[in-house]
């Protein structure tokens, strides 16, 4: 068979070779236009003449942004819940949810961005949200074995965002 130094040989050449003719890709001359195939029927008129477009470069000088648009991508909500009764009371707030048409809600828990037990002094409490955050669902579970009361939140683009309930 073969030595070491013959396989050692073999492989570097082979790796010449291969770098030397590109990996591959076709082959062929990349300036050289496609051949293409054209037709022309006896109907046809004339063609309509070329218009010459120019591009613009924009600068940065050339954005106009409102003098109230701090450019933040964030923005606060204040979360309030009162508690009214004494029963124990666990709060979702999530994201991630679709209202369905039977007026129940399909949340994924996985993504929630507060779980708490509420105290008998409720919960007040401000969460930073990304601008996109338009709406959320708080899910409150009794701990009587019934399923969860859910409260929707809307976007209001106010400049203080306040979201308040009882429970």
Same mark, same amino acid.
């Given at each position: 068979?073969?030595?070491?130094?013959?396989?050692?040989?073999?492989?570097?050449?082979?790796?010449?070779?291969?770098?030397?003719?590109?990996?591959?890709?076709?082959?062929?001359?990349?300036?050289?236009?496609?051949?293409?195939?054209?037709?022309?029927?006896?109907?046809?008129?004339?063609?309509?003449?070329?218009?010459?477009? %120019?591009?613009? &470069?924009? +600068?940065?000088? /050339?954005?106009?942004?409102?003098?109230? *648009?701090?450019?933040?991508?964030?923005?606060?909500?204040?979360?309030?819940?009162?508690?009214?009764?004494?029963?124990?009371?666990?709060?979702?707030?999530?994201?991630?949810?679709?209202?369905?048409?039977?007026?129940?809600?399909?949340?994924?828990?996985?993504?929630?961005?507060?779980? %708490?037990?509420? &105290?008998? +002094?409720?919960? /007040?409490?401000?969460?930073?949200?990304? *601008?996109?955050?338009?709406?959320?669902?708080?899910?409150?579970?009794?701990?009587?074995?019934?399923?969860?009361?859910?409260?929707?939140?809307?976007?209001?683009?106010?400049?203080?965002?306040?979201?308040?309930?009882?429970?």
């Amino acid at each position: 068979m073969f030595t070491f130094n013959q396989k050692t040989l073999i492989v570097l050449l082979a790796s010449a070779l291969l770098t030397a003719c590109g990996g591959g890709g076709g082959g062929g001359d990349s300036s050289a236009p496609a051949a293409t195939q054209s037709t022309q029927t006896a109907t046809e008129t004339e063609a309509a003449p070329e218009t010459e477009t %120019t591009l613009e &470069t924009a +600068s940065i000088d /050339d954005i106009i942004i409102a003098e109230d *648009n701090d450019l933040s991508s964030t923005f606060d909500l204040q979360l309030q819940v009162s508690k009214l009764d004494e029963q124990r009371v666990y709060l979702s707030v999530c994201e991630n949810y679709q209202a369905l048409d039977n007026g129940e809600y399909d949340v994924d828990y996985n993504g929630c961005i507060v779980r %708490t037990s509420l &105290t008998d +002094s409720g919960l /007040d409490m401000s969460l930073t949200l990304a *601008n996109h955050s338009d709406q959320l669902v708080a899910a409150i579970w009794y701990f009587d074995g019934n399923p969860p009361i859910y409260i929707e939140w809307q976007k209001t683009n106010v400049m203080e965002e306040q979201w308040s309930f009882e429970i």
